[in-house]
């Protein structure tokens, strides 16, 4: 704005300053209406701005929620699968016992028949050998009670 030192005197040159004044309001005017729409309109994308940052933050915490509570079913799975396999290998190791004792049961009992068939043989052997001594003393003829054999004791009685 160039603002006149002196007043012009005349109508017409008042008229023009006048519609140069009221140019210059207006054009200052719609400056200032461009500045405020403008204003407004940075006012409007930083409250949107604003209301989306909102929103992002809200969803980073949820989603940092909904992933601590994956991580912690995630640790209790994996414990849970430890004590699984930490049963299967107790499991597998008590297998592995038992069919020791299993084995040695098995041969335990294969020792004891062996011995129970020796032990049955060798009494029939035994009683086949009584039962032919027993036949024989009773087909033998029965030796002479007080005889040279019985209680002799071999001296000659020469008087």
Known sequence: M???????ADAE???KLEKELSTEAKSEEKKIQSAF????KHEKSEAKASKSVSKAEKSVRKLEKLELGTINSLHAI???HDVAVADLHNAQASLHTQQQQLEKHKQDLSAARTHVDQ???DKNDHDRDRHDKF?????????QTGGPSAGTS???TGD
Do not use: C, I, W, Y
């Open 154 to 156: 071999g001296a000659s």
């Open 78 to 80: 994996t414990h849970k």
């Open 13 to 15: 040159s008042m008229k």
């Open 37 to 40: 729409k403008d204003m407004h």
């Open 119 to 121: 032990v049955t043989k």
């Open 2 to 8: 160039s603002a006149p030192t002196e007043l012009p």
């Open 135 to 143: 036949n024989q003393l009773r087909s033998s003829p029965p030796t």
